[in-house]
């Protein structure tokens, strides 16, 4: 995630190949300790998973983003 200017942290979450990866680029100035941030990383995504299984979300047809969208009127 390429910084520039006045932005003081950038997050990445890629994932690829079955695998997640994060990361993250802060101003030593605004987050001295950004090692804080990353080690919360998983437990935090692993939340976020969570609750988005347990939220409802259309299960009809294939899991197809096109059909999700349209399911819940986002087209």
Known sequence: MPQSGDIG???SIISYN???QFGIVTD???C??????TARFG???EKLV???LMG?????G???PHVAAEAVGAT
């Open 9 to 11: 942290m950038g997050v």
């Open 18 to 20: 079955d695998e997640v």
């Open 28 to 30: 030593r100035a605004l």
């Open 32 to 37: 001295p300790h950004p090692e804080r941030v």
């Open 43 to 45: 437990a935090e995504f």
């Open 50 to 52: 969570l609750t988005t």
């Open 56 to 60: 409802p979300w259309p299960r009809e």
């Open 62 to 64: 294939a899991l197809d």
